[in-house]
């Protein structure tokens, strides 16, 4: 019993032993081979760092509105009689758009219109009575005042005769019309809107630090996007005083707008140009990486570089058990250098670098999120999402 017991035991112990080791000896393969397995490079996109010119410019949002616009209103209450334009028709200054009931003024007019011919036929008659000796000073000066109170009368009936028509002040596109025919209208309602789209003028704000950088007459561009700035114009007003709340300052341009493309309230993107300046090394802003502990670009280097540093730092026993010349022909040629740099102006999607690469630098520019210090990496530029910082260059 005691001889079976003891079998027993040594068989057991024999069993964990040998599943205790195939333990041992499978992890220490799977280490093994990950240990000896070649990292595959990162495809990424990349450009070649280069100083070259410098377009710098402020950038914000700004607010178009017309050269000219109003809203149109009658002077005078009455009732409408005929509108004479349409939605987004051009008119000319002095245009007739509305029409207000004016037959009671017609009549006036008319009557005193006849009145004072006839008081101008008195005139002149006791203008050649008193010629001829047989006329009174007495008459001819209430003569001559009637007819100057008539011929007044006649200019004032005009004038309100003509506050019934609603006038063009200016050329311009007419908007939606706000009233129809047969409507009262009071005085200050409004009818409409005129506007002149030919020429336009955008207001912004820009920050009490950038306002000795501006001055009247500076170009400055315009568009929907900042991809986009067809639209040229130039400062016509600067504010004089600094907001006191926001630290702004008022600024106003005025824009080309020959195709009609913009209109009155809408925002747009707004750039003013800057003096240009050579030498400065600016990348794309996607090349730029942020973190907590600053800013940082992937540089990429041959590979030779960082294993010549390894290797210096391996111990003797790891240089003799090195990979054969097959392994070494397959490592990549290319690895990235984490490199922390200090920045400066943005502009036009690109930022400038004012310290920690040099002019000959490769920097990665799409893929950074697959990527740590020392990664082997290989370039494909159909992968990048945005033109290197040259080609923007040129292309402007």
């Known amino acids: 019993m005691i001889k079976r017991l003891i079998i027993a035991i040594v068989l057991l112990v024999i069993v964990c032993g040998a599943i205790v080791g195939f333990n041992r000896f499978r992890d220490d393969a799977i280490k093994q081979f990950f240990a000896n397995r070649p990292v595959p490079a990162v495809t990424v996109a990349a450009t070649k760092v280069e100083a070259g010119p410098w377009m710098p410019g402020i950038e914000t949002i700004g607010t178009v509105s017309a050269a000219q616009g109003v809203h149109l209103t009658v002077e005078s209450a ?8 349409n939605a987004n028709q051009p008119v000319k200054r002095g245009d007739v758009l509305v029409q207000l009931d004016d037959s009671v003024q017609q009549a006036d007019l008319a009557a005193i219109k006849s009145r004072a011919a006839l008081d101008q036929q008195s005139l002149e008659r006791a203008i050649a009575l008193q010629k001829r000796g047989v006329g009174s000073d007495v008459t001819l000066d209430e003569a001559r005042a009637a007819a100057s109170s008539s011929a007044s009368e006649v200019q004032k009936l005009q004038a309100l005769l003509d506050q019934k028509q609603l006038r063009a002040p200016f ?3 007419m908007g939606i019309p706000r009233v129809d025919v047969g409507q009262y209208l009071t005085p200050g309602a409004t009818v409409a ?3 002149d789209l030919e020429t336009m003028r955008a207001d912004f704000a820009v920050p009490e630090q950038q306002l000795g950088l501006l001055k009247i007459g500076q170009p400055v561009r315009f568009g929907l996007g900042n991809a986009d700035m067809p639209f040229n114009g130039s400062i016509t ?3 004089p005083k600094v907001d006191s709340t926001s630290r702004l300052v008022s600024v106003r341009a005025d ?6 493309r913009l209109s009155p309230g809408q925002f747009v993107q707004v750039r003013v140009v800057l003096p240009e300046e050579d030498g400065v090394i600016a990348v794309p802003l996607t090349a730029l990486v942020s973190s907590l502990y ?14 010549g540093t390894a290797a210096a730092a391996a111990p003797a026993a790891n240089a003799a058990a090195a990979a054969p010349a097959a392994k070494a022909e397959e490592a990549p040629a290319l690895v ?6 200090k920045v400066g102006r943005r502009s036009q999607g690109r930022v400038e670098i004012v310290s920690g690469v040099n002019d000959g630098d490769e920097l990665v520019i799409a893929g950074q999120n697959r990527l740590s210090n020392g990664m082997p990496v290989k370039i494909d530029n159909t992968v990048s999402p945005v033109a290197s910082a040259s080609q923007k260059v040129a292309a402007e």
Not at 255 to 260: A, R, S
Request: cysteine-free; aromatic content about 10%; glycine content about 12%.
């Open 237 to 239: 007003g600067i504010d």
């Open 294 to 307: 600053g800013d940082f670009v992937y540089v990429i280097r041959p590979a030779e570089k960082a294993e």
């Open 78 to 85: 009455g009732i409408v009689k005929e509108i004479r334009f």
């Open 255 to 260: 824009i080309t707008n020959p195709e009609g």
């Open 171 to 173: 050329s311009g596109t």
């Open 193 to 195: 809107t005129l506007q």
């Open 336 to 341: 990235v250098d984490q490199v922390f740099v």
